[in-house]
């Protein structure tokens, strides 16, 4: 093959032939390019070999493949970089020579045989596969789904042993390669641990191998799958960029490497680190979807395209455009203690208030009165809930309230009826003792009658009520990793082989029950992912509910995934993981830009919060659909670096929302200028503050100030001045010209910064924000 493949996205090219030897390469990837009549000026030239050059053929002794930029690299042939194929043959060799045999392309996709993968028909998708062979009876199949509209290409491969001499071995199938020509770029990954994930950092790329990867059994919240590379130059809203993501939730890789030639190349796939996979002559195996794309308008408009992407093609079912309910969890208002009069009230709290789902937890069934037993055991403590879950859905239900349960399926007690009945479903290693983790094991769904179970487990446990919402929890990582259901020669299969059957039991259970919204939990954050978003289509974002380590969090996971699948609840005051005090309203700011809900006892609520939090509900249904499915935006004050803006917009540009989030209050920096993005440079423009109130609790003896009469500050006319007094942030309201807000802002009026009060002045303090509602004048 001497064909050029030039497949193109609306705003990118991406651009692949074969060298001379029948190498596949890559030529190009970035803005788009026209069509060409001659593509040499994009192949890179090989007149002369270099030192320690070796060429893998005599007729072109000029080439040699380490230096080149290849598709699709194996071992043993000059290519001594990091490869995508790593195998070994029956009698123990391991070198591979893939070259091109064929190519194919046709409108829509082919669906990878049990794993998820991104939707779409003849009219949203063209595939071009181009297929290559080795000498040793193996055929490679590259797959490159192009989603022109989204600017994103997604790539998996697929392996078949065609015959030959006994089992290959696979030790490593990435499900794609890119390899860049030049470029001084960053590797920008998403780390961090439990109640800490995806915090954005940033590395250089000098001469060396960087890895990003998980060996936990999970996508993990120590490395999200989702990684980027970015141009020194680039920021949120110019510059080059590219992205990488996973459609897959157990262990992976993120292999970059950078040459001291200037050459970048980039892995993503299954972590090669304790896999194996044996593949029998007649088999093939297919690698998880890799979901690339380009932008060369900085991180927004790479965020940009993937969020409509993950929203159109990874998001599936009922759910999918429907606004989500604001919902009440109970776990961090009773713990495992609670009766059903708890719950119940909880529950009309939370109807007065207009939320709209009650979410009961942990501890419901077995004998669960802490996290020590019963996990496997699905059945309801009539001690704890008299008539069940259908008296309690019922009564929820009667309060005009939505019912939803956690569960967590994958998990199994040693105290337990299940155990004690199949204690070899529980993953452990032969002849040891096997690790705890939260004093539980994890269930081997590589067996196919654990699978079973559990599904029958599961259509049981919802069944048994009009269950409308499911959070599906894993709150541990996985150990010992060996199953009983598979040969020695096989073990390495495990972890893959694990995760394919967590996929077999969502897709029955998603079968069953298409009209449950499922939001997938793994100590929070843990395994959010592509994988689990094709079958549930939102996730829990992190166990971490505090509103200045939100802003983090969300911010961090905005790159890759859109607000339209980040669960974001109010929680209690100090914040129980990081002891943080911050204001209700603060605290609602924060979760407004993701899938709204309250964890929290709403019974030992103040009149004070009451009355903001139904204030705060109301406003936040009124404005549902642009805060879940508006372009999500992140900014910076122009003023101070360290204020954070995020913007939600309508897709016409006549509507937006816009967060202003600050740290610690600092004196002397009372001044902000508020930039909107994405509006209609147009059109004229209404900026109102959202009605936010204030707790005159917080100003303590500083009251005495506007007071005529001194009172204490800790005293009881305060303490009942601050339950019922809603002391209303300055109004403001600003008529702005649409190029004037969104390409340099408007100024605000001034925050208290440590002399002077009046109604002209905003009082924001520590950690303190405010939402500003923008909106197009009817004539504008």
């Given at each position: 093959m001497r064909e050029v493949i030039h497949l193109d996205t609306d705003r990118t090219s991406y651009i692949i032939d074969a060298l001379p030897t029948g190498h596949l390469q890559n030529l190009y990837y970035g803005p788009r390019l026209r069509r060409m009549a001659d593509y040499e000026p994009l192949r890179q030239k090989n007149d002369v070999p270099y030192g320690t050059m070796v060429n893998v053929s005599q007729e072109h002794k000029n080439l040699g493949l380490d230096d080149q930029c290849l598709e699709y690299s194996g071992l043993g042939k000059?290519?001594?970089?990091?490869?995508?194929?790593?195998?070994?043959?029956?009698?123990?060799?391991?070198?591979?020579?893939?070259?091109?045999?064929?190519?194919?392309?046709?409108?829509?996709?082919?669906?990878?045989?049990?794993?998820?993968?991104?939707?779409?028909?003849?009219?949203?998708?063209?595939?071009?596969?181009?297929?290559?062979?080795?000498?040793?009876?193996?055929?490679?199949?590259?797959?490159?789904?192009?989603?022109?509209?989204?600017?994103?290409?997604?790539?998996?491969?697929?392996?078949?042993?065609?015959?030959?001499?006994?089992?290959v071995r696979i030790g490593r199938l990435m499900s794609a390669q890119l390899d860049l020509f030049g470029g001084d770029w960053r590797l920008v990954t998403f780390d961090g641990c439990w109640a800490y994930e995806r915090e954005r950092h940033d590395k250089p790329l000098s001469p060396g191998v960087y890895v990003n990867d998980s060996k936990t059994g999970n996508s993990s919240n120590r490395h999200n799958p989702f990684v980027m590379l970015a141009a020194p130059d680039c920021g949120e809203f110019r510059g080059e960029c590219y992205a990488s993501n996973l459609v897959y939730s157990g262990n992976h890789a993120e292999i970059v490497e950078r040459t001291y030639q200037g050459k970048t190349r980039l892995l993503t796939g299954v972590n090669p680190s304790g896999f194996e996979w044996l593949l029998e002559p007649g088999e093939s195996f297919s690698t998880p979807e890799a979901v690339l794309s380009f932008s060369p308008d900085g991180f927004n408009g790479l965020s940009a395209n993937l969020h409509r992407f993950v929203r159109d093609r990874i998001v599936r079912g009922e759910w999918q455009y429907r606004e989500r309910p604001v919902l009440v969890n109970n776990w961090e208002a009773t713990d495992f203690d609670f009766d059903r009069r708890k719950l119940l009230a909880l529950a009309k709290e939370a109807a007065d208030l207009g939320i709209e789902l009650f979410v009961l937890d942990d501890g419901w069934f077995g004998h669960r009165d802490d996290d020590s037993s019963s996990l496997g055991d699905w059945d309801v403590n009539e001690k704890k809930l008299p008539g069940g879950i259908a008296g309690l859905a019922g009564?929820?239900?009667?309060?005009?309230?939505?019912?939803?349960?956690?569960?967590?399926?994958?998990?199994?007690?040693?105290?337990?009826?299940?155990?004690?009945?199949?204690?070899?479903w529980a993953v452990s290693t032969p002849d040891r003792a096997p690790a705890y983790g939260r004093n539980q094991f994890v269930l081997d769904l590589t067996m196919p009658e654990v699978r079973?179970?559990?599904?029958?487990?599961?259509?049981?446990?919802?069944?048994?009520?009009?269950?409308?919402?499911?959070?599906?929890?894993?709150?541990?990582?996985?150990?010992?990793?060996?199953?009983?259901?598979?040969?020695?020669?096989?073990?390495?299969?495990?972890?893959?082989?694990?995760?394919?059957?967590?996929?077999?039991?969502?897709?029955?259970?998603?079968?069953?029950?298409?009209?449950?919204?499922?939001?997938?939990?793994?100590s929070g954050g843990n395994r959010f992912d592509l994988g689990l978003l094709c079958y549930m289509p939102q996730t829990w974002t992190s166990d971490d509910t505090d509103a200045y380590a939100r802003q983090s969090i969300q911010g961090g996971t905005s790159y890759g995934y859109p607000p339209s699948v980040m669960g974001?609840?109010?929680?209690?005051?100090?914040?129980?993981?990081?002891?943080?005090?911050?204001?209700?309203?603060?605290?609602?700011?924060?979760?407004?830009?993701?899938?709204?809900?309250?964890?929290?006892?709403?019974?030992?609520?103040?009149?004070?919060?009451?009355?903001?939090?139904?204030?705060?509900?109301?406003?936040?249904?009124?404005?549902?659909?642009?805060?879940?499915?508006g372009l999500f935006i992140r900014s910076r004050s122009r003023l101070d670096e360290r204020k954070i803006v995020w913007t939600v917009v309508s897709d016409d540009g006549r509507r937006a929302i816009s967060g202003l989030f600050q740290g610690p209050a600092t004196v002397g920096l009372g001044q902000d200028l508020l930039a909107v993005p994405g509006l209609d440079p147009e059109a004229d423009y209404r900026v109102a503050g959202r009605t936010q109130y204030i707790n005159v609790k917080a100003f303590g003896n500083l009251v005495n100030r506007v007071l005529p009469v001194k009172i204490r500050?800790?005293?009881?006319?305060?303490?009942?001045?601050?339950?019922?007094?809603?002391?209303?942030?300055?109004?403001?309201?600003?008529?702005v010209a649409g190029d004037l807000l969104t390409g340099y802002g408007v100024k605000l009026i001034q925050q208290f910064s440590g002399t002077g009060y009046n109604d002209r002045v905003r009082i924001l303090s520590d950690y303190g924000s405010r939402l500003y509602l923008v909106e197009a004048n009817r004539s504008g």
């Open positions: 000059g290519d001594y970089r990091e490869p995508a194929i790593e195998l070994a043959f029956s009698d123990g060799s391991r070198t591979t020579d893939f070259r091109v045999a064929s190519t194919r392309s046709y409108r829509g996709r082919p669906a990878i045989d049990g794993l998820p993968s991104a939707t779409g028909g003849e009219d949203d998708v063209e595939t071009t596969e181009v297929t290559l062979r080795d000498e040793r009876g193996l055929t490679l199949t590259l797959h490159y789904c192009v989603y022109a509209a989204y600017d994103v290409i997604t790539r998996f491969a697929t392996l078949r042993h065609d015959g030959g001499a006994g089992p009564k929820v239900n009667a309060l005009g309230l939505k019912f939803g349960l956690w569960v967590e399926p994958e998990m199994i007690s040693e105290d337990s009826d299940l155990y004690r009945a199949h204690p070899d079973a179970y559990l599904i029958e487990a599961m259509t049981k446990a919802f069944s048994q009520a009009r269950v409308e919402y499911v959070k599906w929890d894993m709150n541990r990582n996985i150990s010992d990793g060996y199953s009983k259901a598979l040969p020695p020669e096989r073990q390495g299969e495990f972890h893959h082989r694990y995760i394919l059957g967590l996929y077999e039991v969502l897709a029955e259970l998603t079968r069953r029950f298409p009209g449950i919204l499922f939001e997938s939990c793994a974001a609840h109010v929680s209690a005051s100090p914040n129980m993981q990081t002891l943080r005090a911050s204001t209700i309203e603060t605290r609602f700011n924060v979760a407004a830009f993701g899938l709204l809900g309250y964890e929290l006892d709403l019974t030992m609520l103040s009149t004070f919060d009451k009355k903001a939090i139904k204030a705060q509900v109301a406003w936040y249904k009124e404005h549902r659909k642009l805060l879940q499915f500050g800790d005293g009881v006319v305060h303490t009942v001045l601050s339950e019922h007094y809603m002391f209303e942030m300055a109004s403001e309201e600003y008529v």
